[in-house]
């Protein structure tokens, strides 16, 4: 999915079940920016588009999901790369290892805190308190929280980093694209008075492969149901990430059309704070923990 974004970028994605020999090929071959040089910062950090002529195919910046395991981490903070850009749901321990040069923590708005403990059945990955370690504090879905439930966020979040600089963001639908030819963009205003059957793994990453599998002929019933009811045609509807676990299966069903919707998350102007305020802010930490500014 990530490397479907970052198509015609500079990223770089590296993909496989041994991360830390990922992460390691991908230095191999491409090598690490000596990010002592200001004219590396300069194309890094700035606004502007530098040109072709200006890339350079080094690594400067490397992202960790919080999917890596504790002893990668500690592995690739050996590695000669200086700038380390960690992003969790919730100041995740499995960083602890590495020191970052910015943390940002995102919280999910419509359940923030979970039940608030980390055992029995928690879903906090450490406590609270933790939050103190963050430098960027991103609210996900706060277009679908009230205000005062997005300023309770934000002043729990204060409380354990005062400091700290808050943005509220939304999920945001791109376009679409069909299972079989995943490279073609289709409009949103595709599916105005169309007939929609919507199928997710929300809760069970497996779930929608299963139901393929097993269910196929119980999903051709429902959409015989809507196509009788309404007379027209019905389009399944699923998510990126349902189509990533398995896009070859969804392929072989060919008697009715799936189509695979995009998003993206985006900063939200919020209490005049923009996504240019964001970017303007990580750019000036990340220049401050590089020593480039008092």
């Known amino acids: 999915m990530l490397q479907r974004h970052l198509l015609h970028t500079n990223a770089k994605v590296g993909v496989g079940v041994n991360r830390f020999g990922t992460a390691s090929a991908m230095f191999d071959i491409y090598g690490c920016m000596d990010l002592s040089r200001p004219l590396y910062w300069e194309k890094l950090l700035s606004p502007h588009n530098f040109g072709p002529h200006c890339r350079d195919e080094k690594i400067g910046v490397v992202i960790l999901d919080d999917g890596m395991q504790v002893n990668n981490i500690m592995v690739i903070g050996t590695l000669d790369c200086s700038l380390i850009v960690s992003a969790d749901m919730v100041c995740n321990r499995q960083h602890l290892s590495l020191c970052r040069d910015v943390e940002i ?102 779930a929608f492969i299963q139901s393929i599998k097993k269910d196929i002929n119980l999903i051709r019933k429902r959409l015989k149901l809507l196509e009788d009811r309404f007379g ?58 590089s020593g480039f500014v008092a």
């Open 232 to 289: 027209l045609e019905v389009i399944v509807i699923i998510t990126e990430k349902d189509y990533d676990r398995n896009p070859t299966i969804l392929e072989k069903v060919d008697d009715f059309l799936i189509v695979v919707l995009c998003s993206s998350l985006q900063i939200m102007p919020f209490e005049d704070r923009t996504d240019e305020d964001f970017r303007m802010v990580l750019r000036k930490l990340l220049l401050c923990r």
């Open 105 to 206: 923590v995102m919280i999910n708005g419509l359940a923030p805190w979970g039940n608030e403990h980390l055992i029995p059945r928690g879903s906090l990955r450490e406590p609270l308190n933790a939050l103190g370690r963050a430098h960027i504090g991103v609210i996900l879905h706060a277009d679908l929280v009230s205000i005062k439930e997005l300023k309770d966020i934000v002043t729990t979040m204060r409380k354990f980093s005062p400091a700290i600089r808050v943005f509220f963001s939304s999920l945001a639908p791109l376009f679409f694209f069909e299972v079989k030819n995943p490279q073609a963009k289709l409009s949103l205003n595709m599916m105005i008075d169309k007939v929609i059957l919507c199928v997710s793994a929300i809760g069970f990453p497996d």
